[in-house]
């Protein structure tokens, strides 16, 4: 017999510490076993309960064995990780330096994050609660709760419970382990799937290229793991490729996980996938209910599902037989989580291939800088598709010089002309500015005032169709007064030019043009963009205005030009990634065109046609741009010739967000001996946003190993001398951007 108690090592959300120590339940103290690691437990957390993950158990604790609490509830039956899945997160955690607690519940589907009263768990009586039974008062709730439980002679669900029951009552109850609660998702004991490979694939009507023939032959001799960098140009057979390595994979009864930028804009990828596989698609993105979410996430654990197609967190799904890691669209910025833990789906996705010896495509038409230089140092094999599929040619870039030109509301005559041309040619055209609204400033022509949103001091966006005026930062709006508050002018006028302005001068250039505007705005109500997406490829469309949304893996058949109407934003910025991001978004702007045998025409506004990057891109191709990007870099020592973090601080009092980064950046300073350059504190490119003062301090040193153990002494000093509580603090590795 043990006497001595278990002690237990749970993971709970805490900013400080990743693990606590609790008490095995007396219920479970008999068989300990019974406890797989990676479970959920409800356990006392201060005054609150908290659902934390089972690590496993320990010998001894730093606290006495009195003070520690019992665990209230088991949650689970069945580990909710993999081993591999477990192991990442420990990376995850101690890479990007966040609590471990929160990174094991971040990997979760929502539903299972949720606090237990909305558990669909089933309950039932422990021994020590029909023991219990005869002690208790008859009217009191916990006797009949009891009772209840102890009449059905079965399991009820938590929810049935909660009809007749409070919340505390029934965690009363549980804490005093007179019932015990269990989720039902956990059985594991499912039909596994198996499929052979002939029924499941339906094969293409149209043979590869030998290009795309011989990149699918490397990437099937590959099993164990490598990362590809597979770059492959708009419109040159890059899904096609990720088809045939899928199909050799699930033929070997292993699972793949795909990742995807956004699925809500990119539904076509889905609709591909089901073309292709007669099988059911687990998917994982924000735009499901957390209930499917829960539904698909089970199904790939248990291996009922054999492909997952997610966004970001989908890189946690616990596959057991997984076989192979695809990140589409590598270079997209939303693979970094910019809140919470700042990780990087695309780097995890390469460390999760570590860990379980799967091979890793990265694909893009535009691949990251950080990824061209891992070539070079990390092993990593480049793949190239250079030729568009068919007879699709690569489209012809323009530049439009706007210096000394008159426009017509932000419309050049060449691009008025050159659109005339491709109506006259039943061509659709795509005008890209990725600015929602009107006009994104107004001003008093009188007195020059402006309205500024006084939550973020930045000029409010005028949204003409809704008559408000809208700040595009922390959300709020407001009505345009139609008088200057300042002068009682009626001369307010907007300056510069929004997706709306757009829309309106094109209606009145081209009356007899279909047209249409898609951006977040147009696209509010659910299912609107799939709708508008229709509507193009069934040519009810002339002309496309759209955003950003626009710019990611469409495929419009008909569209033969595309015009950008402001290049200039992001030549000029403080933030050195800008001009990268710049470069891709132009290059996957111009891919939308002419992606059939017509010839496409790219157009290109800009006050400044010299600037290297728009000449390299003109002349050369993205290659070249990145090339010459690179060596900017090496030449700056900037990331990725250096490693990088932010510690980003906001506060609603200034001087305590300036007070706090200039004390941490002085006792970093001070104690020095680790290389680590230290910039700052400085403002955030938005200074200001929904009230609250936004300041950086960017830390950056020439090895991984350095900058790792600047930003743990950094941590640790923090945690030491914790910052006003006015202060909120987060610090992200490897930044992309320098917003908060
Ligand atoms: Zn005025
Ligand atoms: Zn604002």
Redesign the pocket.
Known sequence: MKTEPMICQVAVPSPCFNSFDYLLPNTLASHPDDLPKGIRVLVPFGRQEKIGIFLGYTSSSSLAIEKLKPIIAVLDNHSLYTPSTLTLCQFTSHYYHHPLGDVLLTALPKRLRQPVHHLTGSVTITQKGIDHIPAINRKTKQYQLLRQLHRACSTLSYQQLQETFSNRTLNTAMAQELIKIQSKHSSNHVKMASYTSKRIFQAPDFTLTSEQQHVVDMLKRQKTFKTFLLVGVTGSGKTEVYFQVIQSILAQNKSVLFLVPEIGLTPQIIQRFQARFNLPIAMLHSGMSSQAQLTDWEKIKNHQLLIMVGTRSAVFTPHPNLGLIVVDEEHDLSFKQTVGCCYSARDLAVVRGRIENVPVILGSATPSLESLHNVNTKGYERLNLTKRVGSAMTPQLKLVNLRGRKLNRGLSSPVIDAIQTHLDQKKQIMVFLNRRGFAPKMI??????IPICTQCDLPYVWHKHLNRLSCHHCGATQPLAHI??????S?LWDIGCGTEKIETQLKKLFSRANILRIDRDSTRHKGSFNKMLEQIHENEVDIIIGTQMLAKGHHFPNLTLTVVIDADHGLYSQDFRALEHLGQLLVQVAGRAGRNKDNGEVYVQTYYPRHPLLQTLLKKDYHAFAEYLLKKRYEATLPPYSSAALVKVKSKKLNDACDFLNQLAANMRQQNTHALDITGPFPAPIEKKAGYYQMLLWLQSTTKQQCQHGIQIITEMIKKNKPPCSVRWNIDVDPISMSI
Not at 444 to 449: K, Q, R
Not at 484 to 489: L, Y
């Open positions: 008093c022509h009188d007195c020059s005032w200057c508050p300042q002068c009682d002018s001369m």
